[in-house]
């Protein structure tokens, strides 16, 4: 569709709604120039590829930036890759990234581990860990790609050891890093391919002299907490930083001498190589840090002036091309080492004192003692800590056994005013039930007053009906037995003789011990009843 288009532009009349050929040609022109001049900014890409199947590679400052670019382009040629961390494997952040590269490299060979480059005793008990295994370690490569950077304006700012921040980040760590580990470097077999990338910065130009930072060091001795930092007087965010480039270059073209000046057991040459990259200007949080100098209007100004970094600022990815030809190219092997790298292709060096071998040796030895006094003070310190935590802890536990003493007395007192209060409260239900008790009898007592009282009246009063019954009969008796007689009487009269008085009195005596054996039983009925009351 585009050339019959431009086809019938040419050859047939101009369509009208199109703009004049020469604003056409101006905004080409302006299009290929935006074009060449990301293209050009955007700098080389990696020509070489190389199988990294097996081999494993120790990265700093691989959690961003060129770093983790760098990490992940190795875990995809089959590198295992071990990122050294400040935070530790099982900080958050830390396992989500870990997963996020084994995800994009397609295997499980990506690990962590803690190297805090603010402590020099982090970086010793990691490298005193990774070279005590029997038997040694694999390493194929070492890529030092962490740095830090204070932005301009901002204090001087010292690491847990009293050391300056960039100082210790950019070369001191790093240095310790290296000469722990040279024994696992060495160790390896002579056809192995073994490589350590330094990654640099053009700041380094900048520099003042080697010597004249030497000469700091020493200077920065009498600070306030006794430890050398660089420049402490003539201190300057720019310049400690360009200062750390050029001590970390210096020492990694004595570190290619110390390594070649090896003398392995099988009598064959070293085969470790040291070389230098330098990335470019990329947008990195570290760039960003720096341009923005750490402040929110400055944040603010680069978001809104972003298109002209995107423009001349390489992307991370860009940034990890010559880190890449670093580690994979085969042609860099051939030679002595301690090459600098720039835009994927061997450059020279702009400083000639890099190869000063008096400063390097001066800087070999200062280092040393530097972090040998650091270390004793550092370990000192760890000891006195560590001394103190236990007497903080030996007095937590003391005052919380006595009050867990103190809470037992107070507990048993308060079982005790417990078992007080239930004995009381037992009593007085135990009293409250005697007085119920002895309210229930002294009830019933009455209760059974009230009835023998009743049962007495009732047998008294059956008694009275017994005896007015009796004294009836009697009554009733004499009067039959007086009847009687005077029926007796008068018919004795008419009668004969033959009838004498001895009869009429056995009759009258019969009769009277019957009314007396009736009373008798009367009686005996009485008592009958009292005792069955009674009982």
């Known amino acids: 569709m585009p050339i019959p288009f431009l086809a019938s532009v040419i050859l047939d009349e101009y369509p009208p709604w199109l703009p004049e050929p020469r604003v056409l040609l101006k905004a080409g022109g302006a299009l ?68 996020d590269m084994r995800e994009k490299a397609g295997h499980q060979m990506i690990y962590a581990e803690q190297v805090d480059l603010e402590s020099l005793y982090s970086v010793r008990k990691f490298a005193t860990r990774w070279i005590d295994n029997s038997p040694p370690r694999r390493l194929d490569a070492i890529v030092l790609c962490a740095a830090t950077l204070t932005p301009g ?76 930092v660089p420049g402490a007087a003539t201190w300057s965010p720019g310049a400690a930083y360009a200062r750390s480039k050029l001590a970390l270059m210096t020492f990694g073209r004595a570190f290619q001498k110390h390594l070649d000046s090896y003398k392995r057991p099988d009598g064959l040459p070293m085969n470790a190589r040291v070389f230098f990259v330098d990335p470019g200007h990329c947008r990195t949080a570290g760039m960003t840090r720096w341009i923005t100098r750490g402040s929110l209007w400055g944040l603010l100004a680069y978001v809104g002036l972003y298109p002209v970094s995107w423009l001349f600022l390489k992307s991370a990815s860009g940034g990890a091309q010559s880190i890449l030809y670093a580690l994979m190219e085969g042609s860099l092997l051939r030679g002595p080492g301690a090459k600098l790298i720039k835009e994927c292709r061997v450059v020279d060096f702009a400083r000639t004192d890099i190869d000063d071998k008096a400063a390097a040796k001066e800087l070999w030895e200062s280092t040393d003692a530097l972090i040998e006094a650091t270390e004793k003070e550092q370990a000192i ?29 107070e507990a048993l007192a308060e079982a005790i005013k417990k078992n007080k209060a239930a004995k009381e409260a037992q009593r007085s239900k135990g009293k409250e039930r005697e007085g119920r008790e002895r309210e229930g009898e002294s009830q019933s007592r009455e209760r059974e007053t009230r009835e023998k009282e009743s049962s007495d009246r009732e047998h008294r009063d059956k008694g009275r009906d017994h005896r007015d019954r009796d004294r009836d009969r009697d009554r009733e008796h004499r009067d039959r037995d007086r009847r009687g007689k ?23 005596g019969s009769q009277e011990s019957l009314r007396r054996k009736s009373s008798k039983e009367s009686l005996k009925e009485k008592g009958s009843s009292s005792r069955s009351h009674r009982k």
């Open 153 to 228: 304006g901002n204090p001087r700012e010292e690491t847990e050891d009293g050391i300056e921040r960039d100082w210790q980040v950019n070369f001191l760590a790093n240095y310790h890093l290296l000469a722990l580990l040279s024994p696992a470097l060495k160790i390896q077999p002579f056809d192995r391919d073994v490589r350590v990338v330094i990654a640099t910065c053009p700041s380094y130009i900048q520099s003042p002299p080697l010597r004249t930072a030497l000469a700091d060091i020493a200077s920065g001795s009498a600070t306030a907490d006794g430890a050398a």
């Open 486 to 508: 005077g029926k007796e009487n008068k018919k004795g009269k008419d009668k004969d003789d033959k009838y004498t008085d001895e009869p009429r009195l056995k009759k009258r």
């Open 32 to 99: 290929a120039a935006l074009v060449l001049t990301k293209k050009y900014f955007s700098g080389s890409s990696n020509p070489a590829e190389r199988d990294l199947h097996g081999k494993v590679i120790m990265i700093t400052g691989g959690t961003s930036g060129i770093g983790a670019v760098t990490a992940i382009e190795i875990a995809k040629r089959g590198g295992q890759v071990i990122l050294l961390t400040r935070q530790p494997a099982s900080d958050p952040f830390i396992v989500e990234l870990v997963d």
């Open 381 to 409: 310190a760890r000891a006195k800590r560590k001394k103190d935590k236990k007497r903080a802890k030996d007095e937590e536990d003391r005052a919380r056994e006595k009050e867990e003493k103190a809470q037992e007395m």
